[in-house]
């Protein structure tokens, strides 16, 4: 099992299948530069974009503590840039620009109240998601991405 795994997720829901990845695991604090250890997890979420036709919708999210900096006035723009820089990693492995578009939520919609450590960590994230269910995924599915394992919820 890949040491990453515990914070990447895979779900099925109205909207599509979600890959949500920690933001944690993707960019250092009040970055959006991708971290190099996140490229061979990227590179088999690309393979799974890759292999179905639908549209991709990537999300970047952030917890409620303030940014000020010169890049980032605040969390719209951090967690826009975030979504960007995994658009455009995808854009590098050859998925069509067409199929993808980068949201960013800034603070909204969190996950859990930013009230401890732990749920401001788990607010700050980036979902891709594939708009639809692939006709081949199903839930509770185990599903092997290039010999990396997910149960799908």
């Known amino acids: ?21 920690g933001a944690d695991l993707l960019f ?8 190099p250890r996140i490229y061979p997890i990227l590179e088999k979420v690309a393979w799974l974009i890759s292999s179905c036709k639908n549209q991709i919708r990537i999300e970047g999210y952030t ?9 980032f006035p605040s969390n719209w723009e951090l967690s826009g840039n975030r979504a960007l820089a995994v658009l455009k990693y995808f854009l590098n492995k050859g998925i069509s620009a067409k199929r993808m578009i980068a949201v960013g ?10 009230d401890t450590p732990e749920h401001r960590a788990k607010n700050r ?3 891709i998601v594939l708009e639809g269910i692939p006709k081949k995924i199903k839930k509770s599915e185990i599903l092997n991405v290039r010999g990396f394992i ?4």
């Open 28 to 35: 250092s604090p009040g970055s959006a530069e991708l971290h």
């Open 1 to 21: 099992k890949h040491p990453l795994a515990k914070d990447i997720h895979l779900g099925i829901t109205k909207r599509g299948l979600i890959v949500a990845l």
């Open 105 to 114: 939520y800034g603070e909204t919609n969190p996950l859990f109240p930013n």
């Open 125 to 127: 994230r980036v979902w």
């Open 63 to 71: 917890d409620n503590t303030p940014i000020h900096t010169s890049l």
């Open 150 to 153: 997910f149960k799908v919820r």
